[in-house]
């Protein structure tokens, strides 16, 4: 059954270092998204992704982030200069339609020091 | 206030027991989707629902739409279902999702 991938399953790094999320969607997926949960609180949207362009994003979704599909499979999240705050599993997801159903990635947990 | 409140936020239940979740929302909705989170973090989704009822297996999801409430509905109960379960609704016109702050199910053999 295809499933979406994330890599790496954990990440720590200091404050102020770059961090890149990778993420492999469904193959024949169009829509892609990113979202995040702080330990202990609810899931939050991040950043929807669409024809190469991001279609919505979060008050969360500030200068720090970008995303990007640089191939035809892989989706990244990029935090430019990460804060104790971005602490936090990070999950990708894609859908095959608008709005569809998604299929979660397993997560990867970011740890900040 | 919270867009998407969540009932009861724990629940512990026995084995075989008949298990109700409950979702309400504020806001205008175009689909409600149900998601169960295990302890590992993984999320799968379970439903996606914008009117009437779906079933699947031993769950059943309902929803409400002119009340702005949704129910999950387990049957028999079983261990395996011990996880926590979000409610998470689709903004109108949007491809954002807002969740609730899920319900923890501990089933109890």
């Given at each position: 059954e295809p499933e979406v991938t994330q890599t790496p399953s954990h990440q720590v790094t200091q404050m102020g270092q770059e961090v890149i999320l990778r993420c492999v969607p469904?193959?024949?997926?169009l829509y892609f998204y990113w979202y995040r949960q702080i330990l202990g609180q609810k899931v939050e949207f991040l950043v929807s992704f669409y024809n190469n362009e991001i279609s919505e994003k979060s008050e969360?979704?500030?200068?720090q982030f970008s995303v990007e599909?640089?191939?035809?499979s892989n989706f990244t999240l990029k935090i430019r200069s990460t804060k104790l705050e971005d602490s936090a599993m990070y999950f990708c997801a894609s859908s095959a339609?608008?709005?569809?159903v998604r299929f979660f990635g397993p997560g990867t947990r970011l740890t900040v020091l | 206030k919270n867009e998407v409140e969540q009932s009861p936020q724990n629940l512990t239940a026995q084995e075989g027991e008949f298990i109700t979740i409950n979702c309400s929302y504020s806001v205008g909705i175009s689909a409600l989707h149900w998601l169960q989170q295990h302890p590992g973090g993984g999320i799968v989704s379970l439903f996606m629902l914008s009117s009437g009822k779906k079933k699947h297996g031993r769950l059943i999801a309902t929803i409400n739409i002119q009340e702005k409430h949704s129910s999950l509905h387990i049957t028999?109960?079983?261990?395996?279902?011990s996880a926590v379960y979000i409610c998470a609704v689709q903004i109108q016109g949007a491809q954002k999702l807002v969740f609730g702050q899920g319900t923890r199910l501990t089933i109890n053999p």
């Open positions: 469904i193959s024949n997926h969360i979704f500030d200068d599909r640089p191939d035809g339609t608008h709005g569809g | 028999a109960s079983h261990p395996r279902d």
